[in-house]
């Protein structure tokens, strides 16, 4: 009997279970038509949150006992956290801070002493122990600390700049000033150096000033430098102390190494001082001395300068001087671009009238000529052989040089490789050349020796008309009229 109410029992159990399945089936399963997101029901959750928690209660100190007691709980905290990390500076500085708040001094003193033994290179550290002495007006004791500081690592410029500004506030220039000279045995960098001027600019001592100044183009000889010195006595009114400042920055770099800022600021200074003459010689010095790659900006402000105080004259040969430059560098690039040497020998040609030099034109002839065309083709050299026609021309109706123009005839016809081509044009010139000069026997030796190499109908039709004018006793001059 007992077996069998089990077994009931049993199965009644398990038929309540499965009604009780049945009906937490799903009855829809389509998807709904408002989907939540995670996000917005943790946001749900936490708007719908009724419970607040409070602020932690503020400790309220009665007694002694209570502050002995909690300055020994924090002491204790403070000291757990540097045995756990003793290298981590954020525990010591909290540390020495919580004592300080406390009106511990010494024991504040005693918490960054022991930080330095861990570590000494920390600048912030020593910063910090020095503005906690400042604070609280401790000035032989921050004095104390920076000395040590700069005494270890001279390093740190912001050691220096703090240590000479704490003694200027308190008054003392001379404290400050003995700093500053202590610093600038180090050879510091520039702002350094510039700081220590301005101290004693503010304090008008302008012969200290300039005493700095001349160790310090000596310690950094940059060209800037040289020129803040020489703006320094033009500023002051010391006109010829800033024109020899400029002097001396110029013959430090010497003639072989100038610098285009140290000669424009030179060459503007003595534009301000209406010393138009000295600033034209600078500009010039500066053009003849410096490399091409530099000398865009010096020909840019000699030009405002000629613009400005120059005549007709000198802006024209600004310009002329600029265009020569620029066709340097384009031949520089490409020695085969012709048409840059016929544009450079022709700005020549126009600078010859106002200046007479025949050399210089023929300087840039010799070095047109020398650049022959890499290949032995005639269309490679049909641009080329002008050059030595023009340079011709040039010896015998410019210069009036015949036996140098008679010497370009015969080079010109030795550099041409006559056993893969010629050109007539040049035999023609050279014959007519020779009949103005009224030796029709080199024209006719010409002419046979150019129907031997190049036996062109315009070479026939020429020989033939000179000869038919010759036994007719028709003289040159009719060539040179037609030519």
């Given at each position: 009997m007992d077996?069998d109410?089990?077994?009931?029992?049993?199965?009644?159990?398990?038929?309540?279970?499965?009604?009780?399945?049945k009906?937490?089936?799903?009855?829809?399963?389509?998807?709904?038509q408002?989907?939540?997101?995670?996000?917005?029901?943790?946001?749900e959750?936490?708007e719908r949150?009724?419970?607040?928690?409070?602020?932690?209660?503020?400790?309220?100190?009665?007694?002694?006992?209570e502050l002995?007691?909690?300055q020994?709980?924090?002491?204790?905290?403070?000291?757990?956290n540097?045995?756990?990390?003793?290298?981590?500076?954020?525990?010591?500085?909290?540390?020495?801070a919580?004592?300080?708040?406390q009106?511990?001094?010494?024991?504040?003193r005693?918490?960054?002493?022991?930080?330095l033994?861990?570590?000494?290179r920390?600048p912030?550290?020593?910063i910090?122990?020095?503005?906690?002495?400042?604070?609280?007006?401790?000035?032989?004791?921050?004095?104390n600390?920076?000395?040590r500081?700069?005494?270890?690592?001279?390093?740190?410029n912001?050691?220096?700049?703090?240590y000479a500004?704490?003694?200027?506030?308190?008054g003392n220039?001379?404290?400050a000033?003995?700093?500053?000279?202590?610093?600038?045995e180090?050879?510091?960098?520039?702002?350094?150096?510039?700081?220590?001027?301005?101290?004693e600019?503010?304090?008008?001592?302008?012969?200290?000033?300039?005493?700095?100044?001349?160790?310090?183009?000596l310690?950094?000889?940059?060209?800037?430098?040289?020129?803040?010195?020489?703006?320094?006595?033009e500023?002051?009114?010391?006109?010829?102390?800033?024109?020899?400042?400029?002097?001396?920055?110029?013959?430090?770099?010497?003639?072989?190494?100038?610098?285009?800022?140290?000669?424009?600021?030179f060459?503007?200074?003595?534009?301000?001082q209406?010393?138009?003459?000295?600033?034209?010689?600078?500009y010039?010095?500066?053009?003849?001395?410096l490399?091409?790659?530099?000398?865009?900006?010096?020909y840019?402000?000699?030009?405002?300068?000629?613009?400005?105080?120059?005549?007709?004259?000198?802006?024209?040969?600004?310009?002329?001087?600029?265009?020569?430059?620029?066709?340097?560098?384009?031949?520089?690039?490409?020695?085969?671009?012709?048409?840059?040497?016929?544009?450079?020998?022709?700005?020549?040609?126009?600078?010859?009238?106002?200046?007479?030099?025949?050399?210089?034109?023929?300087?840039?002839?010799e070095?047109?000529?020398?650049c022959?065309?890499?290949?032995?083709?005639k269309?490679?050299?049909?641009?080329?052989?002008?050059l030595?026609i023009?340079?011709?021309?040039?010896?015998?109706?410019?210069?009036?040089d015949?036996?140098?123009?008679?010497?370009?005839?015969?080079?010109?016809?030795?550099?041409?490789?006559?056993?893969?081509?010629?050109?007539a044009?040049?035999?023609?010139?050279?014959?007519?050349?020779?009949?103005?000069?009224r030796d029709?026997?080199?024209?006719?030796?010409?002419?046979g020796?150019?129907?031997g190499?190049?036996p062109?109908?315009?070479?026939?039709?020429?020989?033939l008309n000179?000869?038919?004018?010759?036994?007719?006793?028709?003289?040159?001059?009719?060539?040179?009229?037609?030519?």
């Amino acid at each position: 009997m007992d077996f069998d109410d089990t077994e009931e029992l049993g199965s009644g159990a398990r038929g309540r279970q499965a009604k009780l399945a049945k009906s937490m089936k799903a009855k829809n399963k389509m998807a709904n038509q408002v989907q939540i997101t995670a996000e917005q029901l943790l946001r749900e959750a936490k708007e719908r949150e009724l419970e607040v928690q409070a602020a932690p209660p503020k400790q309220k100190i009665s007694s002694m006992a209570e502050l002995r007691d909690f300055q020994l709980r924090k002491r204790k905290e403070y000291e757990d956290n540097i045995r756990k990390n003793r290298t981590s500076l954020h525990n010591w500085i909290k540390y020495a801070a919580f004592e300080e708040d406390q009106g511990e001094l010494s024991k504040a003193r005693s918490v960054y002493e022991r930080a330095l033994d861990v570590d000494y290179r920390s600048p912030s550290l020593w910063i910090k122990y020095a503005e906690m002495e400042m604070k609280h007006k401790q000035v032989n004791h921050a004095r104390n600390i920076f000395d040590r500081a700069v005494s270890i690592l001279p390093r740190v410029n912001q050691f220096w700049y703090k240590y000479a500004y704490m003694e200027e506030m308190l008054g003392n220039v001379a404290g400050a000033r003995q700093v500053f000279e202590r610093f600038m045995e180090w050879e510091p960098d520039e702002q350094a150096w510039h700081s220590y001027i301005n101290f004693e600019l503010r304090y008008k001592e302008l012969d200290r000033a300039r005493y700095i100044y001349e160790r310090f183009v000596l310690v950094h000889p940059e060209p800037k430098n040289w020129i803040k010195y020489a703006k320094f006595e033009e500023r002051n009114g010391y006109l010829a102390s800033a024109r020899q400042v400029f002097e001396r920055g110029v013959e430090f770099y010497g003639n072989e190494n100038p610098d285009a800022r140290l000669l424009i600021e030179f060459a503007r200074f003595e534009e301000r001082q209406k010393e138009h003459e000295r600033a034209r010689f600078i500009y010039r010095f500066a053009l003849d001395n410096l490399p091409k790659s530099e000398q865009a900006d010096i020909y840019k402000a000699y030009t405002v300068h000629e613009k400005k105080y120059g005549d007709r004259g000198a802006i024209e040969s600004v310009v002329i001087s600029k265009r020569r430059i620029k066709y340097e560098a384009e031949l520089e690039d490409n020695p085969l671009n012709y048409d840059a040497w016929f544009d450079y020998i022709r700005l020549a040609e126009e600078e010859l009238a106002s200046t007479g030099q025949v050399d210089d034109v023929r300087r840039i002839y010799e070095r047109a000529i020398a650049c022959l065309p890499p290949l032995e083709e005639k269309q490679h050299w049909r641009r080329y052989i002008y050059l030595w026609i023009y340079y011709a021309l040039f010896e015998e109706l410019v210069a009036g040089d015949i036996p140098r123009t008679r010497e370009v005839y015969q080079t010109c016809l030795t550099v041409l490789p006559h056993k893969k081509f010629t050109f007539a044009k040049i035999w023609l010139l050279f014959a007519k050349f020779e009949i103005r000069q009224r030796d029709v026997t080199a024209a006719r030796r010409l002419l046979g020796q150019a129907l031997g190499r190049c036996p062109k109908e315009r070479l026939f039709r020429a020989t033939l008309n000179w000869k038919f004018n010759c036994e007719n006793s028709i003289v040159a001059a009719d060539y040179t009229r037609s030519f």
